[in-house]
């Protein structure tokens, strides 16, 4: 069952990132996943090759501010994100974006909550936010006969998922180890 706690880690995560040791180059790897695009997807509204992109997540190759200026015009990225690490991962238009695609699907006020919250979740936790809704949209055709309410529902497949998502956790931790 969700927890206060629980809900507020997952809603209200800003997607800020108080520490990174990390470079400019992982945090332009880290980008491109976040929106799940594939190298060739990421790179050619940016005017760059797979292979460019393979090489500057490879420290191959360093990230230009030409660059860093078209992920901020395509993708909305945070320059200064880019540059240190500090800050959200993308410019807050979060506003715009929920009036586009409320526009766009005609979504009610409930579903506009949705997408604001996903939309400012950090990567992880909207890679297992869709993963979660993906897993719920299965389960309703699978298990339409079962007697439980909608939130029951979602209650036990987003349980199951983070259950199995703690196990796999468990599992690499131990891996680690080993």
Same mark, same amino acid.
């Given at each position: 069952?969700?927890?206060?706690?629980?809900?507020?880690?997952?809603?209200?995560?800003?997607? /800020?990132? !108080?520490?990174?040791? @990390?470079?400019?180059?992982?945090?332009?790897?880290?980008?491109?996943?976040?929106?799940?695009?594939?190298? /060739?997807?990421?790179?050619?509204?940016?005017?760059?090759?797979?292979?460019?992109?393979?090489?500057?997540?490879?420290?191959?190759?360093?990230?230009?501010?030409?660059?860093?200026?078209?992920?901020?015009?395509?993708?909305?990225?945070?320059?200064?994100?880019?540059?240190? @690490?500090? @800050?959200? !991962?993308?410019?807050?238009?979060?506003?715009?974006?929920?009036?586009?695609?409320?526009?766009?699907?005609?979504?009610?006020?409930?579903?506009?909550?949705?997408?604001?919250?996903?939309? /400012?979740?950090?990567?992880?936790?909207?890679? !297992?936010?869709? +993963?979660?809704?993906?897993?719920?949209?299965?389960?309703?055709?699978?298990?339409?006969?079962?007697? +439980?309410?909608?939130?029951?529902?979602? /209650?036990?497949?987003?349980?199951?998922?983070?259950?199995?998502? +703690?196990?796999?956790?468990?599992?690499?931790?131990?891996?680690?180890?080993?």
């Amino acid at each position: 069952m969700f927890t206060k706690s629980t809900l507020c880690d997952i809603f209200h995560a800003g997607g /800020e990132c !108080m520490h990174d040791d @990390g470079t400019i180059n992982d945090r332009f790897k880290e980008l491109r996943l976040a929106l799940d695009l594939s190298q /060739e997807q990421f790179g050619a509204p940016i005017g760059l090759t797979k292979s460019s992109v393979s090489n500057i997540e490879k420290h191959v190759r360093n990230l230009n501010e030409r660059v860093i200026m078209l992920l901020e015009s395509k993708f909305k990225a945070s320059p200064q994100w880019l540059h240190t @690490g500090l @800050g959200n !991962m993308f410019l807050d238009v979060g506003s715009d974006f929920v009036a586009e695609m409320s526009a766009k699907y005609q979504l009610s006020d409930f579903q506009q909550t949705l997408v604001r919250a996903v939309y /400012e979740m950090p990567p992880e936790l909207q890679r !297992m936010a869709v +993963e979660v809704a993906r897993k719920i949209a299965a389960d309703s055709y699978r298990n339409a006969e079962i007697d +439980e309410t909608e939130h029951e529902r979602i /209650e036990r497949i987003t349980n199951q998922y983070l259950d199995a998502h +703690e196990s796999q956790a468990t599992t690499q931790q131990t891996d680690k180890k080993a």
